[in-house]
């Protein structure tokens, strides 16, 4: 995998991504087909499985849906996990920690990512025909429709994200006074 899928690929799953820019992709020699096939892939990729990658169970809720782009589990194993703080003692620990905040910063830069290659559009090719009249030859391929519709629904559920996070974080810090 090539740092460009890495970074998208991080992204959609919510981890912390390099600073690569992922969205240029000027002065490459990529084909635009297997470009656009390897984003859908990984755009795909990132939506939320059948099934917990935790406790193997369907996953088909809502809830799970919210859990699984917050914490990357289903909502059955976010319950055990936050009960399992809170026999050790270590919820409040968690509540007040910087996971909720630092996972907030990445949600909103993922949404920024994103939006910045929709604003791209589509791919332009500059083939240099004449170095030395400095002719070249431009070439746009459209960005596949799926692709675009990929895009969509991850900054939904990106935006889904930050709704629950906002209110999570809202809600203990409440719960904290
Ligand atoms: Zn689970």
Redesign the pocket.
């Known amino acids: 995998m090539n740092s460009e899928d890495r970074a998208l690929k991080n992204i959609l799953q919510g981890k912390p991504v390099e600073k690569v820019a992922w969205v240029g992709y000027e002065g490459k020699k990529q084909k635009p087909g297997d470009q656009k096939s390897r984003l859908t892939d990984i755009m795909a990729e990132a939506r939320m499985p059948w099934f ?1 990658p ?2 193997d ?1 369907v996953m088909k809720k809502k809830l799970d849906n919210k859990m699984w782009t917050l914490f990357g ?2 909502f ?2 976010q319950v055990d996990f936050e009960h399992d703080l809170r026999t050790t003692g270590k919820f409040e620990e968690w509540q007040s920690s910087k996971v909720l905040r630092n996972k907030k910063s990445i949600i909103l830069e993922q949404i920024q990512s994103i939006e910045n290659w929709q604003q791209q559009g589509d791919l332009k090719v500059v083939e240099p025909v004449n170095p030395e009249s400095g002719a070249v030859h431009i070439e746009t391929y459209e960005v596949d429709p799926a692709t675009k519709k990929l895009a969509e629904q991850a900054l939904i559920d990106l935006n889904n994200a930050l709704q629950s996070i906002n209110d999570t974080i809202e809600k203990f810090d409440g719960q904290r006074k």
């Open positions: 917990c935790k406790c169970k589990h289903c059955d194993c």
